[in-house]
């Protein structure tokens, strides 16, 4: 997941460049903590991945429409059965 990575480091660039001048000297010990933490508690999170989000959409996707052409078959068997 080296994208997720990106994302988190340019959110600590964020929260860091917005601290007060003085803050900034202890900006890289600040960069590590804040990067356990944010790790620790995304860690925690029930997440999946954007490749794991989009297979399971394709799926849905798959079976929605399979689920569309029964409904229409069964339609068209009612009908014929109706019709006899």
Known sequence: MPGNNINLDNLLDQITSALPSGWQDMKEDLDRN?????RSALGKLDLVTREEFEIQREVLARTR???????EQLTQLEKDILKK
Do not use: I
Not at 34 to 38: D, G, K, P, R, S
Not at 65 to 71: F, G
């Open 65 to 71: 429409a399979r689920c569309d052409a029964l409904a």
């Open 34 to 38: 804040l990067h356990a933490a944010l």
